[in-house]
């Protein structure tokens, strides 16, 4: 995967610029190799004010500026442009990081923001190493890499219901102002199991977020960060809170009137402030790319609440996300590209893959149109065929990936993994094809063991969707007889109505006779009249013809299934 952006430096006054700095690319350690130089790798997001403040101080260093263009092979490396990077030499694209590599790609030191005297005491040191004690170094070397490999390699386990014990304990006990993960976890076990102390924490941790500075009261929207008064607000985050707003909305009246005020001002900001001509969003203010994973999640909650909230223009807004990754960042067989800067660029990582596959299942439910669903399974067949490993579980990066450094050593993003199980299994559902669950059980099986040690953010979507899987999960299937995009009496309120139940999850489908005659043949659906049947524990129910018959039927049927 390569950048196609030029480098970006501070806006205010530095010298970072007069530093010869290199892309990425294998012919760069092939020159630290010829000269015997050692690599510095600065990385770091855009949008983060250390960025900004390390041109200004550190690369505006008069001794560094000589010191970096004539003894090192410097490279600089945008981490949300390479979140591949970002994973192996960064700290997960938070922070600002600096590290010292051998020609080869191999970590000697690193260092946070490092003010002037410190990088330059590190590059001295790590020159000194190298120069006269490579030896004892590479063997140091060698046993860090011994060490990393063993840790990154995930624990399988059994899939059991225990796991969302698990997963809500660590969530319930985990330090520091909780993210929208560990809300969605709480709101899942809220529905899953009736639990109301779940559902008193994720209306708590939103209230917090939303008073303790994370919300930007005047314009709008969810900041990314607290550290250092950071107040950037991206547009990825935007949509998973908007989709965890959803669900909450959709609980009753009284909690759609307690959220509403935050969902208006943060899509307002969305459509004000990030919204692109081509129908893309930007992945922040100050920075015009769209990325294809921002795009896609932002596109998902602007659907969700546009159908919670009664939105016809949220909702156009939000499928024209999703059309914009179909027509302007699809590369067929080959999933979705990483940003779009006037053409499409970088493909290769399972983060965009998975959020584009999620969004094209998202506007399949909502609009009924049968070429969405085609798109995600395409996403599903690359992700089974280019990036799952022996083991099971996911890589962060496809086969083709250009493996300098330390992409030469797959990653497994647990999150990311679970969600790509998610996609997986909601296709199942859509579908009835038995090889979805199956690679379900296969990725989940290779990452659940361990759930307790991993980060909350990464347990709770782990065991929301092993419970997911390990549950009875009901699905709607509308029969409508006027085809998708024309009023059709019966089916439009059903379908509205299905797609709004406040269950733990589910799935929608709405199916024509004439237009996905294919389907409901797999689907086994009883397609004589329009109306809707749920699917549950294998069976189908009677013909439902009214709204208000759908959820009384599918809690009968969940309490005794066949």
């Not at 790590?126 to 990393?148: C, G, M, N, S």
């Not at 692109?276 to 896609?296: C, M, Q």
């Amino acid at each position: 995967m390569t950048s196609m952006s030029t480098f970006r430096f501070s806006s205010r006054p530095n010298r970072a610029a007069e530093i010869p700095w290199r892309e990425w690319d294998a012919d760069h350690f092939q020159l630290a190799a010829a000269t015997d130089r050692l690599v510095l790798l600065s990385i770091a997001p855009a949008w983060h004010p250390g960025s900004d403040l390390l041109d200004e101080g550190s690369y505006s260093d008069p001794r560094l500026i000589e010191a970096l263009s004539t003894s090192v092979v410097p490279i600089r490396v945008d981490a949300e442009e390479r979140p591949d990077l970002a994973a192996r030499y960064g700290r997960a694209g938070e922070v600002v990081v600096v590290s010292l590599l051998t020609p080869d790609g191999e970590p000697i030191a690193q260092l946070v923001e490092p003010a002037p005297d410190d990088l330059l005491a590190a590059v001295e040191r790590a020159q000194a190493r190298w120069r006269d004690d490579r030896v004892t170094l590479e063997a140091e070397i060698d046993l860090e890499r011994a060490e990393r490999l063993a840790s990154a390699r995930p624990l399988r386990t059994d899939l059991t219901p225990a796991l969302l014990d698990v997963a809500l304990e660590v969530a319930d006990e985990a330090p520091g102002p909780a993210e929208v993960e560990r809300v969605r976890l709480w709101l899942y076990a809220h529905r899953r199991r009736a639990d109301l102390a779940s559902e008193r924490r994720a209306r708590a941790a939103i209230q917090r977020r939303v008073d303790g500075g994370g919300y930007d009261e005047l314009g709008g929207g969810f900041h990314h960060c607290f550290d250092r008064g950071c107040t950037v607000r991206l547009a990825e985050d935007q949509g998973r809170w908007l989709l965890a707003l959803a669900r909450i909305a959709a609980e009753d009246s009284e909690a759609h009137e307690w959220v509403s005020r935050v969902v208006e001002g943060t899509v307002r900001f969305v459509l004000d402030e990030l919204l692109d001509a081509t129908g893309g969003f930007h992945h922040s203010v100050d920075d015009e790319r769209i990325f294809a994973a921002s795009t896609a999640t932002a596109s998902r909650g602007l659907l969700a609440c546009g159908v919670v909230f009664d939105r016809s223009d949220w909702r156009s807004r939000g499928r024209n996300g999703v059309d914009f990754l179909v027509q302007r960042m699809r590369a067929g067989e080959a999933g979705v590209y990483h940003a779009w800067d006037g053409v499409p660029w970088g493909l290769g990582i399972l983060e965009d893959q998975v959020h584009a596959g999620l969004a094209f299942a998202d506007a399949y439910e909502f609009t009924g149109e049968v070429d969405y669903l085609r798109h995600a399974q395409t996403i599903a067949r690359l992700l089974l065929r280019q990036y799952q490993l022996a083991e099971g579980a996911l890589a962060d990066t496809d086969a083709a990936d250009d493996g300098a450094g330390l992409l030469a050593e797959p990653m497994i993003p647990f999150r990311a993994n679970a969600k790509a199980a998610e996609l997986l299994l909601r296709l199942g559902h859509l579908t009835h094809d038995d090889r979805y669950p199956a690679a379900v059980y296969a990725i989940l099986g290779a990452i659940a063991g361990g759930l307790a040690t991993l980060d909350v953010e990464d347990a709770s979507v782990v065991a929301r969707v092993t419970d997911r899987l390990l549950s009875i999960e009901p699905e709607v299937k509308v029969i409508a007889f006027a085809p998708p995009g024309e009023v059709d009496g019966v089916a439009d309120p059903l379908h509205a109505e299905a797609l709004r139940l406040a269950l733990a999850a589910h799935t929608v489908q709405r199916l024509h006779p004439e237009y996905d005659s294919d389907l409901i043949a797999q689907l086994g659906v009883p397609a004589a009249n329009a109306g809707a049947v749920c699917f549950v524990a294998g069976e189908y129910g009677p013909l439902l013809r009214y709204p208000d018959e759908l959820l009384p039927a599918i809690e009968r049927a969940i309490a005794s299934p066949v």
